[in-house]
Every structure is written in C-alpha cells, then in structure tokens.
C-alpha cells in the first residue's frame, strides 16, 4: 500500500520560512519524479515544484522561483520543500504526489499571515 505523509507546515508571519516534508513508502520512491502542489480556499491545485528520481533536474512555479527549494533524500524515502520569504498568497494546504502516478498526501496546511 503506498503512503505519502506530509508534515511540517503551519502559521507563520510572512517574510518567514517553513520547511515541508512528505515521507513515502510502499514503493520504490528512487524510480520515481516527485512533486509538490498547493491549493488555496477557492482555486483549483497548481503545481509548485517538481524534481526527477535522482535529483538532477527541479522545475518551479514562476510565483515559488528564487524562494522555494525541492529536494529529495531517497535514502530516507523523502522529499522536501524548503520556503523561505513566504508571503500570504502563499497560503494554501500543500500535498506531495508521486509524479505520473495518483498517490496523493493528505496534505498539510501552511498560512502566511500579515
């Protein structure tokens, strides 16, 4: 059974920085691109970041580049998103997902306040 556990989000004030995690198991998470997403009170989910199986290639949103971080640790079957100047269009609960596949995290509320 595959499993994605995010954790690590919160409140924090904006200017601020959290650091996301999404624990995986019940595959091989090496072979596999991962991704994190994000979705705010009214809007559809968008993608925020992506990284291949080994790490070498990241993709970002252009309203994340500069301030977020994708990286992935596959000895420890994670991956992570590090934010940093957070602002509150940030705001959003942030789920992983094994990328070309449908498992989902349950996702992990993250709020920017003023």
């Known amino acids: 059974q595959v499993q994605l556990v995010e954790s690590g989000g919160g409140l924090v004030q904006a200017g601020g920085s959290l650091r996301l995690a999404c624990a995986v198991s019940?595959?091989?998470?090496?072979?596999?691109?991962m991704g994190w997403y994000r979705q705010a009170p009214g809007s559809e989910r968008e993608i925020v970041a992506r990284e291949s199986w080994g790490g070498g290639t990241t993709h970002y949103a252009d309203s994340v580049k500069g301030r977020f971080t994708i990286s992935r640790d596959n000895a420890k079957n994670t991956v992570y998103l590090q934010m940093n100047s957070l602002k509150p269009e940030d705001t959003a609960i942030y789920y992983c997902?094994?990328?070309?596949?449908?498992?989902w995290g349950q996702g992990t509320q993250v709020t920017v306040s003023l």
């Open positions: 019940g595959l091989t998470f090496s072979s596999f691109d």
């Open positions: 997902n094994v990328r070309g596949t449908g498992h």
